[in-house]
């Protein structure tokens, strides 16, 4: 039998296509040059006094500006080079087909090291010009940056000096837009710096001029002069040697219709953020908006990327996402000289990961979820970018990633240092030594699915990235074939340029083209909002994203399964604006400048949003501040997750003069006394007692409140010691009970309770036994040298008169309960005898069922966590009481990623009298220490001598490091981390053994930090309000500070609650918080912040 050649083939083809039926097929796939015809490659070689060790940037790589520079509807790629002449420009001939017209268009480039570039139409001709940015006047590089103007026939001619841009130094990127409203496009240069003489030095030499690293601005006077003109002083942009800028985006983050920009820049030197204030100037004003940044900050983004109208920031930095580099990568900085750095020499808070900061309302603040999100860690990074590459309407990100050679691996920094030592740094042959010593920093581009709300996915390998391995650098997206799906086009170092053709299954989209009427012929800066079926997507035609690249100025909007738009709002630059109706779907839109008419007003369509409190402090008038003493925990236990010794001040509030207006007492730090604070008839509040109470200002107060101790109808007060500064057994540990005359006016009763001079955390008061007397429940949070080791809390029975003494075991056995932080006295049965409420840190949440003044334990199920609060209440209005508990939430190293629980081990490991903590997260069922390799050999000096490398112990479990040491030890968990409401299943008989109760997570809003506070609203009985964050960690850790005040309520059915609203413009570490009966028959709500000022708060109607 004979087949015919013909035959062969097209049966290969069938078979083929067979096999790929039963592939998974994933969402992009590279394409090769043979098939785009697309090669080029970013070639970097090392060289004698000019490589990775002299040029710290040696290994950031080139960029991609992706844009239609003849105007045939697909859009054209070029690329920059690390080497003169190598810059490329590639023509879009369609099906996926480039032509290399460089040489014949003239663009190749003159300068000896190109960095990023930018496609815009400069000269309002309507042609696409390139600007290209170069390093040089350095290392012997020449040359400068250059502008190709377009001349409308696939040919370019340089004109930067023509045009005033020629600007030479050590430029990174540019960004074009229309500061001024003027209708040209105005230019930010971004310049890095290269490590001064002095590294860290104080942030007032931000006002001193670099000729080369400081940063540039230049207005477009082309109508006026012919050029751009320098403006960067008078517009307010500093242009010191202290920034080594990275990442450049710009946006109106704040919603007032001026361009706002944001600058990344690496190592020491915070962000900017630069505010358009509408007049030709701007302001940095960072400090008042972010809590904190990136360390490493690369490049950067900007995108409403939850659909809800407001623009978020995200960051990309260094932090590896795996285990095994995780553990050999020198990231976060030492505490001390952190703290140099933000004391001393002006610096913000910033840590080593991708921080995603997302928009509060209007650029009032911006809270940094990242590590909630998911997307904290894709490795060595440089271009994140927002876009919807499935087309289901919702933002993904792009991050690209990798480093040829990766400096920061300890070992290696250990072995260079070896070498120094040596005097080997002086010879010859010490580069070649240094640079092969250091090992590979290959990596793969990190794809992640977005859901619109808080979270990212990462699906690398389901979408066809997260096999790739190699450098990927500057990156940038355009729908290369018009079919409605977004390419990625990606650089490389020493491969070739990658190029993702999207193959995203069959959706509906929307591209948006604009056309203006002046120099600003594409329409940047113009901003698209989309209605359909309810929902809203927000996005601003800017061309710089990511790193040194540049997007196509065209807009591209998923829709899913939506055939048509309802209606489309289209606002340009100059606040004119146009609507347009009833869009079918899966086209190009181009929209005209003309046929916009009007004023866009911002404030009617994005106002502040509504306030449900109003800040009325400054009238109370009260100056009192808490004042957190100079103490840090990590001295004395180097190992223990976070400090114990800031969990102040706690608010405790009654009407001591029976005046019908509430006083309250503020809890003092150590050496700050505590202050008993009289409302007065207008309004205001007068200390009292103030001797009495700087009697005790050695005290460190945790907790307090006021009941009739000793029965003669007068509010007492009990004040509970603890902070972790001083050891067991130290009398600065003593509480007091505090008599009150009937007058208002107090003395001290020290022999009334029994002093156990232990670190404490918490009161709560009910008569336990119906002897018509308050009992009291102390409960005990952890010795301040053994961290870890359960503590044993206490209750005080009361003898009628005002005198306590500790109940016995068997009415109720609190020996070893844990480390409490929190506790709540409720009827949990309904049986008319209060029941107690326990929850700490390393501890399951605990009912004691009150058997008629006897109680018996019982644990909620699955319930371990880093509890810090409890509230209890009917939230659901089923009859019975609901258990609040805030836990330490999703916002953190120690949730994500992770998918088992928190582990924590305590023993004396090296047998030296001293304790050790050992915290552990699970990875697939296998438990890693959540310390590096330095800090765990601080105290445990013997592992030190075990493990020589890093890598010895990188990617290692707990158990493989700590071989025989493990054993013998107390081993703590937390199941969950997530602030929970536990629904009381209402039976009224509990199950034997165990709390009827069924834990339903809090809204994501409230997992953003820990959660230390709660209270309900004053007229809604099933609305609550939540503060919290927190301050006390280590810079590996990074502070917990995106958490803002938030009201949540719960419907009748005991469903999970839904954030209402937040309180905006309100940081810091919140502690507590109490409503006060106030004057003229109002209720305020007083916040009590740890080193800060109270803050009063009353409910607008």
Known sequence: MRIKNGTVYYLSIFFSLLISCHKPRTLFVSLPSSTTHINFENKVENKHLFNILYYLYFYNGGGVATGDINNDGLPDIYFTANSKGHNKLYLNKGNFQFEDITDKAGVAGTADWCTGVTMADINGDGFLDIYVSAVSNKYGLKGHNELFINNGNNTFTEKSKEYGLDFSGFTTQVAFFDYDHDGDLDCYILNQSHHPHQNIVDTINRHKYDSLSGDRFYRNDLNLTGKFTDVSKEAGIYQSNLGYGLGISVGDLNNDGWDDIYIGNDFHENDYYYINNGNGTFTESGARHFKHY????????????????????????????????????????????????????????????????????????????????????????????????????????????????????????????????????????????????????????????????????????????????????????????????????????????????????KKNYLSIAFKGDHLNSSGIGCKAYLFQKGTMQYQQLMLTRGFESACEPRLHFGLDSLANVDSLLIVWPDQKYQVLRNITANKQVVVKQSDASGVFDYNKYFPPKQEIFEDISKQVGLAWRHKENDFVDFNVQYLIPHEESTRGPKIAVGDVNKDGLDDFYVCGAKGQPGALMIQQKNGTFLPSDTALFNHFAICEDVDARFFDANGDGNLDLWVVSGGNEMPANDISNADRLYINDGTGHFSISLSSIPQLYENKSCIAVADIDKDGDSDVFVGFLSDPHKYGVPQSSYLYLNDGKGKFEVASNKIMNLLKLGMVTAASFTDVNNDGWPDLVVAGEWMSVKVFINNKGTFTEMDIPQSTGLWQSLYTADVNGDGYPDILAGNWGHNTKLWAGKNGPCKLYVRDFDNNGSFEQIMCYTIDGKEYPFLAKDELERPLPVLKKAYLHYSDVAGKTVQYIFYDLFKDYIELKAETLSSSCFINDGKGNLPAGQAGFNRIDLPDELQLAPVMSFVPYYDKPETFLASGNFYGVTPYEGRYDALLPTLFSFGRNGQRPAELATVPNLDGEMRDAKWLNYAGGKKILVLARNNNELVFLKPKS
């Open 294 to 505: 990136s360390r490493f900050s690369m490049g950067n983004d900007i995108a409403d990327y939850n659909n809800d109208g407001q623009l978020d920031v995200v960051t990309v930095d260094m932090l590896p996402p795996d285990e095994k580099t995780l553990k050999t990568y020198g990231s976060d900085e030492n505490p001390d000289i952190y703290k140099v750095k933000l004391e001393l020499n002006g610096y913000q808070y910033q840590y080593s990961k991708n921080c995603l900061q997302r928009n509060n309302g209007n650029g009032s603040s911006f809270s940094e979820i990242g590590l909630m999100s998911g997307v904290s860690a894709t490795d060595w990074s440089w271009s994140p970018l927002f876009a919807d590459f499935d087309n289901d309407g919702n933002k993904d990100l792009f991050v690209s990633s990798g480093i040829v050679k990766r400096p920061v691996d300890l070992d290696y920094v250990r072995f260079v240092s070896d070498l120094k030592n040596k005097g080997m740094d002086r010879t010859d042959k010490y580069d070649d030594e240094a640079i092969n010593a250091m090992p590979d920093g290959s990596s793969h581009p990190f794809l992640f699915k977005g859901d619109g709300k808080y979270s990212f996915k990462d699906l690398s390998n389901e979408w066809g990235t997260g096999k790739m391995k190699g450098y990927f650098n500057g990156a940038a997206y355009a729908d290369l074939d018009n079919d409605g799906n977004l390419d990625l086009i990606i650089s490389c170092i020493n491969a070739p340029a990658v190029i993702l053709r999207n193959n995203a299954p």
